[in-house]
C-alpha cells in the first residue's frame, strides 16, 4: 500500500512538473520570438511621390512614381533576404504625405532611412548619373556614422556597381523625408529620367536588379562598419 501511494505521488509530482513546464515555455516563448524580432535591424525604404503626385516626368514620358515603386520593391525583396526587417512607406500607387513617411519611420525605430528618387532637368536632355542627398551636421544618434558617411558609402557602392556617372553626395537641409527623421536618412536620385538612355535602362529590371544590389552592398557595409548597430 504504502509504496503504491508513494508511486502515485510521484506520478503526480511528475506530471505537475511536466505541466509546470510546458506552462513556462508557453508563456515565454512569444517572448523570446519577440526579443529576436526586434533584434533585426529595420530599414524603412520611401518611394517617392505617388498617386496624384507622378514626381518628374521622364523623356519618354514615364512617370518617376512608377520607377521608384519599382526599384523600392525590388530594394524591399533584397534586404528581407538578407534577414532585414524591411517597410514601405507606400507598396501602391498612392498619395503619402511627407511628414507622416518619416513619422512611419520614426514610430518604427528604423535603424536607416531610404528614399528613392529619379531625376530630372528641365531643357536638358543631357545630363545623367546618380546623386545622394543627405541632411547636413547631424550625427546619428545610432552608431558612429553619420549621414554625409552613409550617403558616400552607398554612393560609392552604386557607382560600382551599376557604372553611371557620380554627381556627388549633396547636403539637403530643406527635405521633410531628411530633416524629420530622427534616424540616418539618405535620399537616392537613382538616375536622371530626363534623360533619354538613362530613362530606357532604368526602366529595365536587369539595371534595377543592379541599382538594388548596389544599394544592397552599401547598406551591409554600413552596417559592418556601424559597430554600435549589429
Ligand atoms: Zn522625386
Not at 8 to 28: D, E, N, P, T
Not at 112 to 117: C, D, E, K
Not at 178 to 201: C, D, H, V, W
Request: charged share 30%.
Amino acid at each position: 500500500m504504502r509504496s503504491k501511494t508513494g508511486g502515485r505521488i510521484r506520478l503526480f509530482i511528475l506530471i505537475i512538473s511536466l505541466i509546470s513546464i510546458i506552462f513556462i515555455m508557453l508563456k515565454w516563448m512569444p517572448f523570446i520570438d519577440g526579443e529576436f524580432k526586434s533584434l533585426k535591424r529595420v530599414i524603412v525604404i520611401d518611394p517617392g511621390h505617388g498617386g496624384e503626385d507622378p514626381g518628374a516626368i521622364g523623356f519618354s514620358g514615364n512617370y518617376e512614381k512608377d520607377i521608384n515603386l519599382e526599384i523600392s520593391k525590388k530594394l524591399y525583396e533584397k534586404l528581407k533576404e538578407k534577414d532585414y526587417k524591411v517597410i514601405l512607406t507606400r507598396d501602391k500607387d498612392e498619395y503619402v504625405e511627407n511628414l507622416s513617411r518619416a513619422e512611419l519611420a520614426n514610430k518604427r525605430r528604423a535603424r536607416v532611412f531610404i528614399s528613392v528618387h529619379g531625376n530630372s532637368l528641365e531643357n536638358n536632355s543631357s545630363v545623367d548619373g546618380i546623386q545622394v542627398l543627405y541632411y547636413p551636421n547631424r550625427e546619428s544618434t545610432i552608431g558612429d556614422l553619420d549621414n554625409n558617411e552613409l550617403a558616400q558609402i552607398v554612393m560609392n557602392s552604386m557607382i560600382n556597381g551599376t557604372g553611371a556617372k557620380d554627381r556627388g553626395t549633396i547636403e539637403r537641409e530643406d527635405l521633410i523625408v531628411l530633416n524629420q527623421t530622427k534616424m540616418p536618412a539618405i535620399l537616392i536620385e537613382y538616375g536622371f529620367i530626363s534623360n533619354e538612355n538613362e530613362e530606357k535602362r532604368l526602366l529595365t529590371d536587369e539595371y534595377q536588379n543592379r541599382v538594388v544590389e548596389a544599394i544592397v552592398y552599401g547598406l551591409e557595409e554600413y552596417f559592418s562598419l556601424n559597430l554600435d548597430n549589429n
